[in-house]
T-cell receptor, first 111, second 113 residues
């Protein structure tokens, strides 16, 4: 599959460990945030979202934390599995309801 | 329910040519957005269509255009292709205009020789 980014920051974790992927966003007026996962050769896949009136939201094995004070978003993946290996993007909704994507982080899971 | 379908998956063109890419949204979704993904620039918004009307447009030259049909299917067109247009073009659909989250197709990989 094609590479979505040749110089992406990379997080390497051991299978079974927890992963934390961080994202800084730019617009303090953004009120909605999404995490997407992109596997090689595929389009971004929705993982979890959070609105600005929340600090934390949990899904299945994933948790998103939002710190509006420092404009920081994180995605926590519990018990990371080889199938979690992918590029992860955070995205924010700006004025006009357009998605603005971060640069992405490559997660590599070592068996 | 079938996901977002993009055709073709791969395309090779030469400089100066034009190209048309197609996107079929998830059944019942009426909004379609297009994005360009490159290693250098990441994912960038091109435009959004809803009810056959362009609702939003990103910062791309006029060579990039699109349209939406009454069945919500969308096409995007790039004219006078340049080497820098080589990219993965992604289509995403959502229920209504501005509705989130958007659901993405697997893209069309366009290579310009």
């Amino acid at each position: 599959g094609e590479s979505v980014g040749l110089h992406l920051p990379t997080l390497s974790v051991q299978e079974g460990d927890n992963s934390i992927i961080n994202c800084a966003y730019s617009n303090s007026a953004s009120d909605y945030f999404i995490w997407y996962k992109q596997e090689s050769g595929k389009g971004p896949q929705f993982i979890i979202d959070i609105r600005s009136n929340m600090d934390k939201r949990q899904g299945q094995r994933v948790t998103v934390l939002l710190n509006k004070t420092v404009k920081h978003l994180s995605l926590q993946i519990a018990a990371t599995q080889p199938g979690d290996s992918a590029v992860y993007f955070c995205a924010e909704i700006n004025a006009g309801n357009m998605l603005t994507f971060g640069g992405g982080t490559r997660l590599m899971v070592k068996p | 329910k079938a996901g977002v379908t993009q055709t073709p998956r791969y395309l090779i063109k030469t400089r100066g040519q034009q190209v048309t890419l197609s996107c079929s949204p998830i059944s019942g979704h009426r909004s379609v957005s297009w994005y360009q993904q490159t290693p250098g620039q990441g994912l960038q918004f091109l435009f959004e269509y809803f009810s056959e009307t362009q609702r939003n447009k990103g910062n791309f030259p006029g060579r990039f255009s699109g349209r939406q049909f009454s069945n919500s299917r969308s096409e995007m067109n790039v004219s006078t292709l340049e080497l820098g247009d080589s990219a993965l073009y992604l289509c995403a659909s959502s229920l209504e205009a501005g509705h989130q989250p958007q659901h993405f197709g697997d893209g069309t990989r366009l290579s310009i020789l």
